[in-house]
Nanobody, 120 residues
Framework: QVRLVESGGGLVQAGGSLGLSCATS????????MAWFRQAPGKGRNFIAS???????YYVDSVKGRFTISRDNAQNTVYLQMTSLKAEDTAVYYC??????????????WGQGTQVTVSS
């Protein structure tokens, strides 16, 4: 059974830091690209960062320079370190796993999400 389990969410003050983890099981982790998405209240789920199986990372502009995605293939875990948090970072954060389809990753395995709330 494939599982992705996020942890590390919580309440933090604006300007603070928080680290998220996503532990995976049941998949060949080193073959997968991993990503973090987030869904703010009343909005859709949006991609924010990814790391492929080679360690190449990508960030959307809104989190670039503040968030760092990393992976530990020995622990089958992907991380998201968030700094300089803003109120607009408040959302449910999801990790996702996907394989490369052509030139893009198809993220089709999802965790249950973890809530991050940033108080201003």
């Amino acid at each position: 059974q494939v599982r992705l389990v996020e942890s590390g969410g919580g309440l933090v003050q604006a300007g603070g830091s928080l680290g998220l983890s996503c532990a995976t099981s049941g998949l060949s982790f080193s073959d997968y690209g991993m990503a973090w998405f987030r869904q703010a209240p009343g909005k859709g789920r949006n991609f924010i960062a990814s790391i492929n199986q080679f360690g190449t990372t990508y960030y959307v502009d809104s989190v670039k320079g503040r968030f760092t995605i990393s992976r530990d293939n020995a622990q089958n875990t992907v991380y998201l370190q968030m700094t300089s948090l803003k109120a607009e970072d408040t959302a449910v954060y999801y990790c996702a796993a996907g394989l490369l389809w052509g030139a893009e990753y198809k993220y089709d395995i999802w965790g249950q999400g973890t809530q991050v709330t940033v108080s201003s």
